[in-house]
C-alpha cells in the first residue's frame, strides 16, 4: 500500500479537488490510504476567529467563519453534482460551523482560550476536507471509506503540538485501516489531528498533516509515502525566495530532515523520523503538475558530486548570549544553562561556545522572560530578536574543500552572528539579521546553483 498526503494548496477549491481525485485514481491498484489536509488557509482562519472572540470581537470572528463556510460550500457545489448530495453537505456545513460558532462565542464570555480549544476550532478543518473529497468520490462510483484520524492518531495531551503514541497508533491503525485496505478501499483521512486516549481531540501542530502520513505509512510499512504539494519537489532554495530554484531529483533522509528543520516548509520537520525506521522513500509531487517525478528522498542516495544541495532559511529566530567569566569553565555549567531551556520546554536550535560565552538561538519565545530570570541568578544575559538562520545543506559539504570560504565570500558585507556546523556535518548553520535573509539566501543561490552545477541532480523547475 502507499500513503498519499495532499496539502492545503492541493485541495483549495473544486478544481483541486478534482485532480486529487484523478491522481489517486490513477494509482488505485497501489491501496492508497489518502491523507488530506484543510483547504489552504482554512486552519489560520479558523485560529484567528478563535483569537478574535478571546478578544471580544465576536462579529468579526462569525464573519470570518461564514467566509470560510461559503468557501467550501463553493467548492462542493462545483465539485459534486447530484443535487440531494449537495443539500445533505450543506446542512452538515452549517450544523458544523453552528457549533464552532457556539465554541466562539463560550471562548468569548469565558474570555479564555486554551490550546485545547484550538485544537477542538483547528480540527473542523480537515475534518470538512475530507468529507468533501470522501462525497465527491463517492460519487465518482470510488469505494471510499471515510475514516476519522481521532480513532487511529492517539496522542499525548500536549494539545497544539501533540506527541504521537506510536505503540498505540501501531495497533490501532493495523487493527482499523489495514483490513480496509485489503478489501479494496480507498481510505480517505484527515492529517493534523489526532485524539488523546480518552478521546479528546489534539492537533500534532502547524504543518502536521506530513507527519501523518509519515506516521501512518510506518505503522502499515507503506511503500511510499507521497507528498502532494504545490511545487515541483524539495528545491535548491524556497521558490518564494529564489525564483530560479532548481529541483533535486533525489536527496537523503538526513539531507531532508536538516532542511526541513531549518525552515524548507515543503516537509514538517518530523515527517522523516518515522520513514526512516522503516526505511519508506518518501515522494514530494505537485499535484498541479501529476506528470512530474518529483523529488525522491532515500535512505542511501547514488553519490553526487554537488557538495551543497539546498539551502534553508528560518526567520523569526531569537539568540541569547550567556556570559559568565568567573563559571565557563567549571563543571556543570553547560548543563545548568540547557536545564533551564529544558524546564521551560523550550527548545535550543544552535549553539556556540567561546571561552567566556554561550550563544544559543531559540524560535519560541513564550517562555523567555522567564527562561532570562533563571539564567540571570548565575550569567550576564543578552537577547537579540529579529534574527534568521540560514542553513546550507549537503552530505557532501564536510570532505569537500573550500565551501566555507564561498559561502563567506558570497555573504560580502552581510553580518554573521553565530556559525554552527552540525555534528552530522551535512549542514552549515549561520545567524544573521532577519531582515537581510532573503538576500543572503539568493546570494548563496547565485554562488551553488547558477548556473546548474551538475544534471544528474538538478532540474529547473519546468514553466507552468
Ligand atoms: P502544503 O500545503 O502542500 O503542505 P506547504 O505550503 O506547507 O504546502 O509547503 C510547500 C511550500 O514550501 C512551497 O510552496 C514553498 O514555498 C515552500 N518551500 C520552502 N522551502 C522549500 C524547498 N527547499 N523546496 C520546495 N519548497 C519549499
Ligand atoms: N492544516 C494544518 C495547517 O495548516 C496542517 C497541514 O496543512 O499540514 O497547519
Ligand atoms: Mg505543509
Redesign the pocket.
Known amino acids: 500500500m502507499i500513503v498519499m498526503k495532499f496539502?492545503?494548496t492541493s485541495v483549495e477549491d473544486a478544481g483541486a479537488l478534482n485532480n486529487v481525485i484523478e491522481i489517486v485514481s490513477r494509482q488505485r491498484e497501489r491501496q492508497p490510504l489518502v491523507v488530506l489536509?484543510?483547504i489552504a488557509g482554512?486552519?489560520?482562519t479558523l485560529l484567528d476567529a478563535a483569537q478574535l472572540a478571546v478578544e471580544g470581537k465576536l462579529e468579526a470572528a462569525h464573519a470570518s467563519l461564514h467566509a470560510l463556510l461559503e468557501r467550501h460550500v463553493v467548492a462542493l457545489e462545483n465539485v459534486i453534482e447530484e443535487r440531494s448530495t449537495i443539500q445533505e453537505l450543506i446542512l452538515e456545513l452549517r450544523r458544523r460551523f453552528d457549533e464552532l460558532k457556539n465554541l466562539c462565542q463560550g471562548i468569548a464570555i469565558l474570555g479564555e482560550l486554551t490550546n485545547r480549544s484550538l485544537d477542538a476550532i483547528?480540527s473542523v478543518?480537515?475534518r470538512l476536507s475530507s468529507l468533501i473529497l470522501a462525497r465527491a468520490m463517492q460519487e465518482r462510483g470510488l469505494p471510499v471509506d471515510l475514516v476519522d484520524a481521532r480513532t487511529f492518531i492517539i496522542t499525548d495531551d500536549h494539545f497544539a503540538s501533540a506527541a504521537p503514541l506510536f505503540d498505540r497508533i501501531d495497533e490501532k491503525s493495523k487493527a482499523i485501516l489495514s483490513p480496509r485496505i485489503r478489501t479494496g478501499k480507498l481510505v480517505v483521512t484527515q492529517?493534523?489531528i489526532g485524539s488523546t486516549e480518552s478521546g479528546v481531540t489534539t492537533?500534532l501542530?502547524?504543518?502536521?498533516?506530513?507527519y501523518t502520513a509519515a506516521i501512518v505509512g510506518a505503522a502499515l510499512d507503506a511503500e511510499e509515502i507521497q507528498i502532494w504539494t504545490d511545487v515541483d519537489g524539495v528545491l535548491t532554495a524556497d521558490p518564494r525566495i529564489g525564483p530560479s530554484a532548481r529541483k533535486l531529483k533525489v536527496i537523503s533522509f538526513r539531507e531532508a530532515s536538516e532542511l526541513a528543520y531549518f525552515g524548507a516548509k515543503v516537509l514538517?520537520p518530523s515527517t522523516i523520523l518515522p520513514a526512516v525506521k522503516k526505511e519508506i522513500p518518501v515522494i514530494v509531487l505537485n499535484s498541479k503538475r501529476p506528470g512530474l517525478s518529483g523529488t525522491r528522498i532515500v535512505a542511501a542516495p547514488p553519490k553526487s558530486n554537488a557538495a551543497v544541495k539546498s539551502i534553508a532559511s528560518k526567520k523569526e529566530i531569537t539568540v541569547i548570549n550567556i556570559q559568565s567569566g568567573r563559571m565557563l569553565m567549571a563543571y556543570g555549567f553547560l548543563e545548568s544553562i540547557f536545564s533551564v531551556f529544558s524546564k521551560h520546554k523550550t527548545p535550543v536550535d544552535l549553539v556556540s561556545t567561546s571561552e567566556v560565552a554561550v550563544s544559543v538561538t531559540i524560535d519560541a519565545t513564550n517562555r523567555l522572560d522567564q527562561i532570562v530570570r533563571e539564567l540571570e541568578k548565575f550569567a550576564d544575559v543578552n537577547v537579540f530578536g529579529q534574527k534568521a538562520i540560514l542553513c546550507i545543506v549537503g552530505e557532501q559539504m564536510h570532505s569537500t574543500v573550500g565551501i566555507a570560504d564561498r559561502i563567506f565570500r558570497a555573504l560580502g558585507e552581510i553580518n554573521c552572528m553565530m556559525i554552527s556546523q552540525g555534528a552530522s556535518e551535512i549542514n552549515m548553520s549561520l545567524v544573521i539579521e532577519e531582515a537581510q535573509i532573503h538576500e543572503a539566501v539568493r546570494r548563496l543561490h547565485r554562488e551553488f546553483f547558477e548556473p546548474v552545477p551538475e544534471l544528474d541532480i538538478f532540474e529547473p523547475v519546468a514553466a507552468v
Open positions: 496539502g492545503g489536509s484543510a482554512a486552519t489560520n483547528a478543518g480537515e492529517g493534523f492537533t501542530g502547524r504543518g502536521g498533516s506530513d514538517h
